[in-house]
């Protein structure tokens, strides 16, 4: 069972930039999209971006559309969340998550598409 571990999370102040990690134990994963979502208290987890297997393709929530990137780094096995112009509405706790079919070449923005998510880590941001 592949495990991913999410790590760079903090309390940052409004307009500032953060970027997240997730490492996955398993290397076979390079060949899985990947995504980040974010689930608020008291809300439903919500799909944020993704990439495909090879990095051709990436998608992202309308509301972070242009101020978050997403990317990877496969000698790492690791994947990014660049996020910039951080508001309230983006305190969380994020997730990163494996796509259950390898070399899919399009990026599936429903959460549920995806698996084995880690434990999370909080981004915090205060105005």
């Known amino acids: 069972q592949v495990q991913l571990a999410e790590s760079g999370g903090g309390m940052v102040q409004a307009g500032a930039s953060l970027r997240i990690s997730c490492v996955v134990s398993?290397?076979?994963?390079?060949?899985?999209?990947m995504a980040w979502a974010r689930q608020a208290p008291g809300k439903e987890r919500e799909f944020v971006a993704g990439?495909?297997?090879?990095?051709?393709?990436?998608s992202y929530a309308d509301s972070v559309k242009g101020r978050f990137i997403i990317s990877r780094d496969y000698a790492e096995n690791t994947m990014y969340l660049q996020m910039n112009s951080l508001s309230a509405e983006d305190a969380a706790f994020y997730y990163c998550?494996?796509?259950?079919?390898?070399?899919?070449?399009?990026?599936?923005?429903?959460?549920?598409?995806?698996?084995?998510w880690g434990q999370g880590t909080q981004v915090t941001v205060s105005s």
């Open positions: 998550g494996a796509d259950r079919l390898p070399f899919r070449r399009i990026v599936l923005t429903d959460v549920s598409s995806y698996h084995s």
């Open positions: 398993d290397d076979t994963y390079n060949n899985f999209g």
């Open positions: 990439i495909t297997y090879n990095s051709d393709t990436t």
